[in-house]
């Protein structure tokens, strides 16, 4: 039984003085990927993990914005070790093809970043038939989580870093209508995609921790931070609230950040844990372990996902059902 108290379980990460990217360790001789790298939270993440060693993979699905982003960082440190892949998680299979590509020219991955996401835009489909924002923010990224897992297995200290959202707390999964076609509304679908996010971090330690697997995923929310997301292809009511009335409220993407960085870095991060912003009502701060909404704690509604998942996107992982 749990006995700390609320104070004790959203403790700071550090007592003594807030989690900076100074103190990023050493990330020399590591190779990460960073999903959605072209701009935003993903560049800022590229940027402060390439800035302390690592090889860094952007992986995006605009190549040209990508390489604009990889000249960025380089800019800024010559000596920083970045390539541009293209991936489209909207289209598995892009991420077939993305994981074909690193295999061939890696042979480890230490960091999987699943930061890419969109918010909120006018309901689509994607190559394969799911709704967008499923299909990007949840779907994509599951899939690749699994295509890479023998990558991953392959470095000293793996970790899958999946970056949900505060609005994971107001969601809830419909798996009657998961396509939207009966009725959708653009921010319940975001808020669905991010709970789906949320769902898959945990499960997925879950079952890594049955495997006994060293891997371990590690969940972030950037808390509120200025991005292009509440902007670009977003519905009109989300882009009026997210990105203009509330702006001043956000904090800079390289803030926003400072979460999936830790949990990408810091030593003392477990599987399953939840990191985000330690201010008022988690919207902006320094990093601090959090807790997920109680619906994204549902272990039955977890499994249910992971199979619906691996269903539609055809990638099932060596992993066992802790349950069974």
Same mark, same amino acid.
């Given at each position: 039984m749990d006995e700390k108290t609320p104070e004790q379980r959203n403790r700071p990460v550090t007592p003594r003085e807030p989690w900076t990217a100074d103190r990023i360790p050493d990330q020399a001789g590591r190779v990460v990927v960073v999903t959605g790298a072209g701009s935003g939270l993903g560049l800022a993440t590229a940027r402060a993990l390439a800035h302390r060693g690592a090889h860094v993979v952007l992986a995006v699905r605009d190549p040209d914005k990508g390489r604009t982003a990889a000249a960025s960082i380089t800019a800024a440190r010559p000596d920083a070790r970045v390539e541009v892949r293209r991936l489209d998680l909207t289209d598995l299979a892009s991420v077939g093809a993305f994981t074909d590509g690193l295999r061939a020219d890696h042979p480890h991955l230490d960091v999987l970043v699943n930061n890419a996401g969109v918010m909120a835009p006018p309901r689509t489909l994607s190559a394969q038939g !799911?709704?967008?924002?499923?299909?990007?923010? !949840?779907?994509? !990224?599951?899939a690749l989580t699994g295509l890479l897992l023998d990558l991953l297995a392959q470095a000293p200290d793996p970790r899958v870093v999946t970056v949900s959202s505060l609005e994971h707390r107001k969601g809830r999964i419909d798996f009657d209508d998961l396509s939207g076609e009966r009725r959708y509304v653009p921010m319940e679908f975001y808020r669905r995609s991010k709970l789906a996010n949320t769902l898959f971090g945990l499960e997925l330690h879950r079952r890594l921790s049955a495997a006994g697997s060293p891997l371990r995923s590690v969940l972030a929310h950037p808390g509120y931070s200025a991005t292009g997301l509440q902007t670009n292809g977003t519905a009109w009511v989300p882009r009026l609230v997210f990105g203009c009335l509330a702006r001043p409220l956000a904090q800079s993407a390289d803030r926003g950040a400072l979460p999936q960085v830790y949990a990408a870095t810091e030593p003392g991060?477990? &599987? &399953?844990?939840?990191?985000g912003p330690d201010g008022k009502g988690e919207l902006r701060g320094a990093p601090t372990r959090v807790r997920p909404a109680p619906g994204a704690l549902d272990t039955e509604v977890a499994r249910r996902l992971w199979e619906v998942s691996e269903e539609l996107t055809r990638v099932r992982f060596p992993l066992p059902d802790p349950v069974r």
């Amino acid at each position: 039984m749990d006995e700390k108290t609320p104070e004790q379980r959203n403790r700071p990460v550090t007592p003594r003085e807030p989690w900076t990217a100074d103190r990023i360790p050493d990330q020399a001789g590591r190779v990460v990927v960073v999903t959605g790298a072209g701009s935003g939270l993903g560049l800022a993440t590229a940027r402060a993990l390439a800035h302390r060693g690592a090889h860094v993979v952007l992986a995006v699905r605009d190549p040209d914005k990508g390489r604009t982003a990889a000249a960025s960082i380089t800019a800024a440190r010559p000596d920083a070790r970045v390539e541009v892949r293209r991936l489209d998680l909207t289209d598995l299979a892009s991420v077939g093809a993305f994981t074909d590509g690193l295999r061939a020219d890696h042979p480890h991955l230490d960091v999987l970043v699943n930061n890419a996401g969109v918010m909120a835009p006018p309901r689509t489909l994607s190559a394969q038939g !799911h709704e967008s924002q499923f299909a990007t923010n !949840h779907l994509g !990224h599951f899939a690749l989580t699994g295509l890479l897992l023998d990558l991953l297995a392959q470095a000293p200290d793996p970790r899958v870093v999946t970056v949900s959202s505060l609005e994971h707390r107001k969601g809830r999964i419909d798996f009657d209508d998961l396509s939207g076609e009966r009725r959708y509304v653009p921010m319940e679908f975001y808020r669905r995609s991010k709970l789906a996010n949320t769902l898959f971090g945990l499960e997925l330690h879950r079952r890594l921790s049955a495997a006994g697997s060293p891997l371990r995923s590690v969940l972030a929310h950037p808390g509120y931070s200025a991005t292009g997301l509440q902007t670009n292809g977003t519905a009109w009511v989300p882009r009026l609230v997210f990105g203009c009335l509330a702006r001043p409220l956000a904090q800079s993407a390289d803030r926003g950040a400072l979460p999936q960085v830790y949990a990408a870095t810091e030593p003392g991060v477990r &599987g &399953g844990e939840f990191i985000g912003p330690d201010g008022k009502g988690e919207l902006r701060g320094a990093p601090t372990r959090v807790r997920p909404a109680p619906g994204a704690l549902d272990t039955e509604v977890a499994r249910r996902l992971w199979e619906v998942s691996e269903e539609l996107t055809r990638v099932r992982f060596p992993l066992p059902d802790p349950v069974r």
